[in-house]
């Protein structure tokens, strides 16, 4: 009977690294204030400025790792912002500039600006610091965490100020891997 369980925990790490990985990179570690993100020219890691000045976030730090997914693209041509596609990886925090494969379990669905801002929530996939090794869909983060996707959902809503970013829902693992894929430009 052990045995049986161990190999149903092992299925969903299986399935996501048969095929093309799923990778993030962290661009900035959970609880972390200041903005950061890849320069698009360089490559490099940057703190985001505005009118010259640091970008710091007036709120509570990020409630997970924050970056995208690596070879993806949320076209404005479809209602998106440009940019890669967005994650929240739940687990403890990971230094910056980290690439880990992810096991995708939800999306929160995001409107910022008049644009699609879709975010990714997974874990990581074999990683020490995954906490929730236990989840695996958005229906077990539903059961066993509610108050997660809780906290996401508001600090997402008012990090910018009250009211600048609309919630439009949430979505299952399966929705996460189709905007995966109809992302993917590589």
Partial sequence: MKLIYLFLLLIPSALFSQTQPIEMMVEIPAGTIEKYEVNKTTGLIEQDSVDGKPRVIDYL???GNYGYIKGTLLSKSDGG???PLDVILLSG???KGTILEIIPIGVLRLKDNGESDDKILAVPLG???NNLQNLNTFEELMAKYPSIAEIIKSWFLNYKGKGKT????WEDEVFALDLIDASRVD
């Fill in 61 to 63: 730090g990020y409630p």
């Fill in 81 to 83: 912002d440009g940019d």
């Fill in 93 to 95: 925090s990971v230094s």
């Fill in 127 to 129: 990683h020490p610091k």
């Fill in 166 to 169: 609309k919630f439009l829902g």
